[in-house]
């Protein structure tokens, strides 16, 4: 049997478990969650809302709230945008730009909390004259809560498996970077559910509102559900045509050094390469591609490798008691990723201009008309293997396993082909978990075109 016949075959088996186990009802929909967050210890809007208040009544030579009038979700949810560096020294030129997107899907908590953390640790260290995060020198722009009328849905229903806005959009699939490919959904019902056109929805128009106005040097999406880091471009077109940001090589070094840059090591890469499936419309590859941020990734910042069952809140994050030591555990990978990039700007003194390459004939042809080597893709491909961390192993394959996956196919096709009605459920799936990442070294085409 070839071993592409095989990664098939396991790619529909770990499908079909996951439908007998009953997770594949639309991923959107309420489950019965192990715990829930206690809101004297996760924030909720209202007390998002005090905290942001008193920070910037509390810290006004560093904090600023940008436009709090215009930056409001479709339902008029303020979503929060601080522009933080030291005032009092004046002239914002000399500043390394950053933009930081935190809270895009309403069940991810986590990220939105060690946003707080880290906003209070650097105003503490800062006032002591430690400067892990130089406000003299950087400049940060953090949207707080990109999606605040999807938490509120979260929070009055208690269905800790929604991710979309009011109307179920997910934004993260909203940009006008190959938007509409198969790496999203035209079903409102989907959770990947794109929205009607680019830049539908008002929570999308503040990214690139605040991108018209400044040109960053950084730009991170903040995620949870796994630990891993990725580099652009997600879409479709770029993991068919093997596109790559013109600096993938700056982007990757990067991206290794964050992914040591706490006590948990996360895997890091192109996001079909390390889960199997593309993402059109994304917030990073519209920042690399278009806005031609140097360095830009989404990044998902935990996750537990035990996680079972449909339950979403334990999924996508800790149990109360550990929100501490999990946000504090994360905080130097926002310290690396700053000064890496101030570093990095004062070792090429100029905005770096990225342009995008698109690979022909096993050579990059740039914007220019010249041509970069390029290895051909198989050696490509070990080198990631090798320089990236933590591949997930393929699991072994024992004769019985084949027989199984022979009647496994069988079963498809007669899905497939109508006889058996369940077979649009069969490719439901909730992005970024513990089951998509079980098959992650397996690419799935079969049902796609
Ligand atoms: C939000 O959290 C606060 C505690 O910080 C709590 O008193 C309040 O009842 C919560 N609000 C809602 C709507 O759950
Ligand atoms: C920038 O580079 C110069 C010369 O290499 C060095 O003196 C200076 O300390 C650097 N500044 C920062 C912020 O690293
Ligand atoms: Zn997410």
Not at 32 to 41: K, V
Not at 44 to 57: A, M, P, R
Not at 102 to 112: S, Y
Not at 189 to 211: A, C, M, Q, V, W
């Amino acid at each position: 049997m070839k071993p592409s016949t095989i990664k098939c075959a396991l790619n529909i088996l770990v499908l079909l478990l996951m439908h007998l186990a009953n997770v594949l009802t639309l991923d959107v929909k309420r489950q019965n969650e192990h715990f829930t967050p206690d809101y004297n210890i996760y924030h909720n809007l209202t007390s998002i809302q005090s905290f942001i208040e008193k920070f910037c009544e509390d810290n006004k030579n560093f904090v600023h709230l940008v436009e709090p009038d215009t930056y409001v979700s479709k339902n008029g949810r303020k979503q929060y945008v601080l522009r933080i560096r030291n005032y009092l020294i004046g002239d914002d030129t000399k500043f390394v730009k950053i933009l930081l997107s935190f809270g895009e899907h309403a069940r991810e908590f986590l990220p939105v909390e060690t946003m707080f953390y880290m906003l209070e640790k650097m105003m503490q260290s800062f006032r002591s004259g430690i400067l892990d995060i130089d406000l003299n020198k950087i400049e940060l722009y953090i949207i707080v809560i990109s999606n605040p009328d999807g938490r509120f849905h979260v929070e009055k229903t208690k269905n800790y498996c929604w991710r979309g806005t009011s109307t179920g959009v997910d934004i993260n699939r909203n940009f006008e970077w190959e938007f509409g490919g198969k790496g999203s959904s035209s079903d409102p019902l989907d959770e990947e559910y794109r929205g009607p056109k680019p830049f539908s929805e008002p929570e999308t128009n503040i990214y690139r509102h605040l991108t018209e106005l400044v040109q960053f040097d950084g730009f991170l999406s903040l995620h949870s559900g796994v630990k891993q880091i990725y580099i652009p471009y997600a879409d479709s077109v770029s993991q068919r045509t093997r596109r790559l940001p013109d600096n993938i090589e700056e982007m990757r070094k990067l991206a290794q050094l964050l992914s040591t840059s706490t006590v948990h090591i996360y895997r890091y890469g192109g996001a079909s390469i390390l889960n199997g499936y593309t993402a059109d419309g994304t917030v990073f590859d519209y920042m690399a591609g278009i806005r031609k941020i140097p360095f830009s990734y989404a990044i998902e910042l935990w996750g537990t490798k035990d996680h079972k069952g449909p339950s979403c809140f334990d999924l996508f994050n800790p149990p109360n008691e550990k929100l501490k030591s999990v946000i504090s555990e994360i905080y130097p990978m926002y310290v690396a990723f700053f000064n890496y990039i101030l570093d990095w700007k004062n070792r090429t003194m100029q905005i770096h201009v990225q342009s995008q390459s698109v690979e022909v004939d096993g050579q990059i042809k740039q914007d220019d008309g010249s041509v970069l080597p390029y290895e051909p893709k198989s050696s490509r491909t070990k080198q990631l293997k090798r320089t990236e961390a933590l591949q997930v192993e393929m699991p072994s394959i024992t004769p019985g396993f084949i027989l199984l996956c022979i009647v496994v196919i069988v079963t498809v096709v007669l899905g497939f082909t109508g006889k058996y009605p369940v077979c649009r459920r069969w490719y439901q799936r909730r992005r970024v978990v513990n089951l998509r990442a079980l098959s992650s070294t397996l690419s799935f085409n079969l049902f796609s075109t």
